[in-house]
């Protein structure tokens, strides 16, 4: 059985463990992961609809786009944040049931979408303006999340806690994240590709159903590997 470790390892063990917990608790979320993908697949397809039969750079079409941003926000928080806490809750061996971790999540959900807002928009400034800089915020601000799921902290705590943890080990982080980051990004659906594009669509949402619970994977074992170092 997985459990989280109480002293620091290499990134080597780090890699291992979060396999390790990707593998005992896959079972448990993927049809959260399925549905976040899903919503992923929608707000693509949709985005591109917006793009491709409105005017670039017009009011009207940022405000679909923001729109999107908005509506996607909230189920991607929702199903995201019940990963991390099905993850958290098998790493350290408490049982609860589905309906327990639904109520929980919803207790902080209002600082969780405000979390998820200000990531999405901080990076998307970050990423749109200057790539480096762009990346390095994405990673600094890695643990925003579980530290407000997990260990009750608010939004502006959160923030500065996460640059606290990640400030001198973000290569490390980096390092471990960076993988499922290339597999998440990479194969966004077009109609104009081969294979046809509905095999291409479920192809994709499959492929972001088993990225995802390995990416929090990753982000939790990490997480609790750079609280022991500080």
Known sequence: ????????????????????????????????????????????????????????????????????????????????????????????????????????????????????????????????LFFAPGVFISVILIFVVPLILLDNHGIIEAFQYSWFLVWKNWWRTFAVVLAPIILFIVGVPSPSVAPPFMVHLILDVLRIMLVVPLFFSLVLTLFYDTKLRH
């Not at 941003?69 to 049982?95: Q, T």
């Open 1 to 128: 059985m997985f459990s989280f470790k109480t002293k620091a390892q290499s990134l080597t063990e780090i890699i291992l463990s979060s396999f390790a917990l990707y593998w005992v608790s896959f079972k448990s979320v993927w049809m959260w992961s399925l549905m976040l993908a899903i919503v992923s697949e929608v707000a693509t397809l949709y985005y591109v609809s917006i793009v491709n039969t409105l005017p670039t750079v017009q009011p009207i079409t940022v405000f679909y786009v923001v729109m999107l941003l908005l509506l996607m926000l909230i189920p991607s928080a929702f199903f995201s944040s019940l990963i991390v806490y099905r993850l958290y809750l098998i790493g350290a061996k408490v049982k609860k049931t589905n309906a327990e971790m639904v109520n929980y999540v919803l207790k902080k959900f209002h600082l969780l979408v405000l979390a998820f807002l200000s990531i999405a928009v901080i990076n998307g400034i970050g990423l749109s």
